[in-house]
């Protein structure tokens, strides 16, 4: 055997073990919760907002962000229904080129396998405990996200981070979440709290 193909051998072996340590047995993610478990939370989620000349990708959004950002009005939650033209994205000074950093905790009341989707104008990432659960880098009208599986081990607060955009005309943001084997609906805003 040739020392390249032992050496892709050897990286593709690497590569399973990586993935399937982050992956339930069913090939969910599983999240881990937050070490330790936050007390005393606000309610909602704490915002960072920039506002960009253009922005029309998640990189894009992150590098305005990083090049100056201002706190803005906690969301309530993660139910932002979808705009009119013109009126400001989640609770930001501008209805177009937004860029928000949004942090927080989600709360899951039980253990369990669960069923995860965004809807969002623009793009958006989404990580809980440690995993991605949602992305979409592009542009587009309030639509979904592909549903994400996950594994949530234990009852309790999870950490939430959410890179999002919004470039023209109408905005929203929304998480949804159901057991495994229903359909996803909307988070309360009671799931949600930040420091």
Known sequence: MSFFRVLSLTAAAAISLSVTATMGVSGSLTLQPANPQPTGLKPGLSVRYAYPKEVKTLRAAAKALEAGSEAGPPLTGLDYRDTAIGENALTSKRAEQVAADIRG????????????????????????????????DGRQPCDSTFA?????????????????????NTSCLHMRMAPKGSRPTWMADSAFGRN
């Open 105 to 136: 905790y989600v709360k899951f009341d039980a253990p369990g396998t669960y069923t995860i989707d965004f809807l969002t104008n623009d793009g958006m990432r989404a990580v809980i405990g440690g995993q991605v659960v949602g992305k979409f």
């Open 148 to 168: 994400e599986e996950v594994e949530v081990p234990v009852a309790g607060w999870y950490d939430l981070q959410i890179l999002y955009f919004q470039r023209l």
